[in-house]
């Protein structure tokens, strides 16, 4: 089931996204989150009227997807950058395709002009997912993040929503 997000999967999303800081290069935080840091990003996202949806199955959060503006200047009100993450145990089911037609459908009800999604590469899964829902790699940045001893590249995949 895809939902909205609710104050109890707080520390759900906390242990998923904790995750990935602890153990991937998906995601460039390196410390984790306490579940007060993830509920301010929640708020910060929905209080701006942004979706932010889990995925659950008898009442586990198996993932979630958000969308945050890309930039906080006034012109780019109308570009957000997505985000998706899956509890490991959970990933390559095709669960992430759910969330984000779900949020994708959103946001074209929103009318959202453009969507950005970021991925560390290599990431094949993420940039086929990303690939899935139209959006074409636009941007390569080489070695803009170093985490766990290494550089690491960057890429971008975009999509106009409203043609």
């Given at each position: 089931m895809i939902r909205p997000i609710e104050p109890d999967d707080?520390?759900?999303?906390?242990?998923?996204?904790?995750?990935?800081i602890a153990n991937t290069v998906i995601s460039f935080e390196e410390a984790p989150l306490s579940r007060e840091q993830i509920e301010q990003r929640v708020k910060k996202i929905t209080s701006a009227g942004?979706?932010?949806?889990?995925?659950?199955?008898?009442?586990?959060?198996l993932g979630?997807?958000?969308?945050?503006?890309?930039?906080?200047?006034?012109?780019y009100r109308n570009t957000v950058e997505v985000?998706?993450?899956?509890s490991p145990k959970y990933?390559?089911?095709?669960?992430?395709?759910?969330?984000?037609?779900?949020?994708?459908?959103?946001?074209?009800?929103?009318?959202?002009?453009?969507?950005i999604g970021g991925v560390t590469l290599p990431n094949p899964a993420s940039c086929r997912l990303h690939e899935k829902f139209g959006m074409t790699k636009?941007?390569?940045?080489?070695?803009?993040g170093y985490?766990?001893?290494?550089?690491?590249?960057?890429?971008?995949w975009q999509?106009?929503?409203d043609i």
């Open positions: 707080l520390n759900a999303v906390a242990d998923i996204y904790n995750y990935y942004l979706p932010w949806f889990i995925v659950e199955e008898n009442k586990e959060i979630y997807a958000c969308a945050d503006h890309w930039n906080k200047r006034g012109a985000s998706v993450y899956l990933c390559a089911k095709g669960l992430g395709t759910l969330l984000y037609q779900a949020l994708f459908k959103r946001l074209k009800e929103l009318s959202f002009h453009v969507v636009i941007a390569h940045f080489s070695e803009v985490k766990f001893g290494a550089w690491h590249d960057v890429g971008y999509v106009t929503l």
